[in-house]
T-cell receptor, first 113, second 115 residues
Framework: EAGVTQFPSHSVIEKGQTVTLRCDPI?????LYWYRRVMGKEIKFLLH????????ESGMPNNRFLAERTGGTYSTLKVQPAELEDSGVYFC???????????FGQGTRLTVV | AQSVTQPDIHITVSEGASLELRCNYS??????LFWYVQSPGQGLQLLLK??????LVQGIKGFEAEFKRSQSSFNLRKPSVHWSDAAEYFC?????????????FGTGTRLTVIP
């Protein structure tokens, strides 16, 4: 069974540009989560989807970040326009139902220069 | 406020030696506690979790952790470290033992294993 897959693994963009990160959860997993780790700091929760609906987006830092999950399958996280402080590793996780373990992807390392 | 503290940024141990990684938490309700590991190029993998019952929990890869409510701690231990244990370890606390909604992570402890 394929795990949680994130694309790209690494992205370098200039300040002011737009970047879109993608997460493919494990097939059949209704719950999808986005987390972010800024360099040297803790991993922080961004948001939680249940199917295509945003269940909890309390961790989204500002309106430059837009997360979508069309059709309840894969999810995208767009940063527009990117700022230097957005650099970090973005993790995605998925879980099947309430009451099950979540599985994390390998992360996307975003560098804004 | 909820938070997790991992006081050791980097630990180096010899292969075969014992290991203890420290974790302290602050949480306003009943804490659900987790340890994750990230090996190079891999995603976060759940090592073990605690939500109730026996305060000593066993996980995968020979790891265990002990919950001490009086000390607000959830330290991770392994009696004999293998070179493949070199990785970064994260302690986390949340409101549920399942899923991954709104977990609070520590800053991580990087483990180096020397021959």
């Amino acid at each position: 069974e394929a795990g949680v897959t994130q694309f790209p693994s690494h992205s370098v963009i200039e300040k002011g540009q737009t970047v879109t990160l993608r997460c493919d959860p494990i097939s059949g997993h209704d719950n999808l989560y986005w987390y972010r780790r800024v360099m040297g700091k803790e991993i922080k929760f961004l948001l939680h989807f249940v199917k295509e609906s945003k269940q909890d987006e309390s961790g989204m830092p500002n309106n430059r970040f837009l997360a979508e999950r069309t059709g309840g399958t894969y999810s995208t996280l767009k940063v527009q326009p990117a700022e230097l402080e957005d650099s970090g590793v973005y993790f995605c996780a998925s879980s099947q139902l309430e009451g099950t373990e979540a599985f994390f992807g390998q992360g996307t390392r975003l560098t804004v220069v | 406020a909820q938070s997790v503290t991992q006081p050791d940024i980097h630990i180096t141990v010899s292969e075969g030696a014992s290991l203890e990684l420290r974790c302290n938490y602050s949480y306003g309700a009943t804490p659900y506690l987790f340890w994750y590991v990230q090996s190079p190029g891999q995603g976060l993998q759940l090592l073990l979790k605690y939500f109730s019952g026996d305060t000593l929990v066993q996980g995968i890869k020979g790891f265990e952790a002990e919950f001490k409510r009086s000390q607000s701690s959830f330290n991770l231990r392994k009696p004999s470290v293998h070179w493949s244990d070199a990785a970064e370890y994260f302690c986390a606390v949340g409101a549920s033992v399942t899923g991954a909604n709104n977990l609070f992570f520590g800053t991580g402890t990087r483990l180096t294993v020397i021959p």
